[in-house]
């Protein structure tokens, strides 16, 4: 509106009239070259089980909608999905409260996450909420909680070794900057002591715990014991434990990939742990089977396959001027079973993987890495030619005694039959003392390629005859 059109509104007042001519115009043409977006509310048709449907409202798939309930609380959804003019929801939170026709009122933007160097230190929900009595984050920037894919002609090759304090693992699975490993275990073999010996002990400049689905006692449990003090102050913990809804489980593995990335694309080298890989897909399973996706494999729709790669390559190296993202996923074997769905879908898509062994566990060897059925598929290009012949050697060793384990056992093996053998059984207590390390033990790098070195030179007329006695019991 033009200040000659404002003049012609003449009243008692015309300096008045003039002004608020002025304003008017001014909110016209803001209406005109930045039109609001009008919010189309709709209503809950039907709620069965965690799924609810909702029509007439309009938002996309991964948008973000608030259902009125009862007393008038907000209750956050996802939109997972839809069917014809229908809208499938997952709750965030409580359903409680939620009743026929409610409205349903889509919420503006993406699903993003508040980051910064605060985060360090604290412990997080699948919100990003604090959990500890700490202030409140004061993060400068929003990155988003999907992140963005990056170009693979972009990313960094692995060439540089990751300590992670460990001394079979740096020794006989070395890990590379940006390697994303899977940690396969059943209940009970000590993953979780595992991860926090690597928390404390490795030289990556951050690490990041994402704690999904498990039990919540063992939340603090993590946090006090295998974290301890000095563990978390470079540390970011996410958890989401197995009370939460399948939702807010998913996004807190979200979460832990989103900051990390940021940590990343900082020029920072980060450690990503996630306990389990596993929770999360029965997450995914639980949401897709709530709207009606068939299953496919044991149980698991496809859409559970779909989603493990996603989250998994948002770990490994940025750009030439960004840092690095090495990330462990535990993966539980339902039963010890190797041939399980998610161990076998982890095992194709993951740069590697560790076993954790109940027999060495039950024997009281933690950690108790089975060296026979792990792999690290970065090993020859980041380890010398020597210490890729001291592997091979001390891979053919174990796999010599373990192969004619029940003769020793019940004494049928005879010393002299073959040398092999012999040296096998001569060697076992050196060897199982090796891959032994206690939880505040830290053995970095170089040391565990000298003691490595050290046990495979040793001539078995320097072996301790007492420990040859105890290789036969």
């Not at 004619?404 to 005879?414: C, E, K, N, Q």
Request: proline content about 5%; charged content about 25%.
């Amino acid at each position: 509106m033009t200040e000659d059109a404002a003049t012609a509104f003449v009243g008692p007042d015309p300096n008045r009239n003039l002004e608020r001519s002025l304003r008017l115009g001014a909110y016209i043409d803001r209406a005109y070259d930045d039109p609001p977006v009008p919010v189309v509310e709709g209503i809950l048709r039907r709620s069965v089980g965690l799924a609810m449907e909702a029509e007439g409202v309009h938002s996309a798939v991964g948008g973000r909608c608030d259902v009125i309930a009862e007393d008038g609380r907000r209750i956050e959804t996802e939109v997972v999905g839809f069917a014809g003019e229908r809208l499938y929801l997952m709750p965030a939170g409580d359903m409680r409260g939620i009743v026929p026709n409610a409205r349903v009122i889509p919420v503006a933007g993406v699903p993003d996450v508040l980051v910064g160097d605060d985060l360090l230190g604290r412990i997080l929900d699948g919100r990003g909420k604090p959990l500890d009595k700490g202030q409140a984050l004061e993060g400068r920037q929003r990155v988003p909680l999907f992140g963005q894919p990056i170009n693979p002609l972009q990313r960094l090759p692995i060439r540089k070794t990751l300590d992670v304090g460990i001394r079979s693992i740096n020794a006989l699975l070395s890990i590379g900057r940006g390697q994303r490993m899977g940690l396969f275990a059943g209940s009970g073999v000590g993953k979780s002591m595992l991860l926090g010996m690597m928390t404390r002990n490795t030289d990556a400049d951050v690490v990041v715990v994402g704690l999904v689905g498990e039990r919540g006692r063992e939340v603090r449990e993590f946090i006090e014991t295998s974290l301890g003090e000095e563990g978390m102050k470079k540390a970011v913990v996410i958890a989401t434990p197995a009370d939460d809804t399948p939702l807010m489980r998913m996004h807190g593995a979200w979460l832990s990939a989103a900051i990390a990335e940021y940590f990343r694309d900082r020029g920072m080298h980060v450690l990503l742990l996630m306990d389990s890989l596993t929770r999360f897909a029965q997450a995914q399973r639980e949401i897709a089977l709530a709207i009606g996706e068939p299953p496919a494999t044991k149980g698991y729709p496809p859409s559970v396959f779909a989603k493990l790669p996603q989250l998994v390559e948002r770990a490994g190296n940025g750009s030439s001027d960004k840092g690095s993202v090495t990330a462990f996923y535990t993966v539980l074997a339902e039963g010890d079973d190797p041939n399980d769905p998610i161990v076998d879908a982890a095992r194709a898509i993951l740069d590697g993987h560790i076993t954790l062994s109940r027999q060495l566990a039950d024997a009281g060897i933690y950690p108790a890495i089975d060296i026979e059925s792990s792999v690290s598929r970065a090993m020859s290009q980041i380890t010398t030619r020597e210490h890729q012949e001291l592997i091979s050697r001390f891979r053919h060793l174990y796999s010599v005694y373990q192969e004619h384990r029940d003769l020793i056992s019940v004494g049928a093996y005879r010393r002299g039959s073959d040398p092999r053998v012999d040296d096998a059984i001569s060697r076992w207590p050196a060897v199982l003392e090796f891959l032994r390390q206690q939880q505040d033990e830290r053995v970095d790098s170089a040391t565990s390629l000298q003691q490595l070195r050290k046990l495979l030179n040793t001539s078995l007329e320097k072996t301790d005859e007492k420990a040859k006695g105890e290789a036969a019991s």
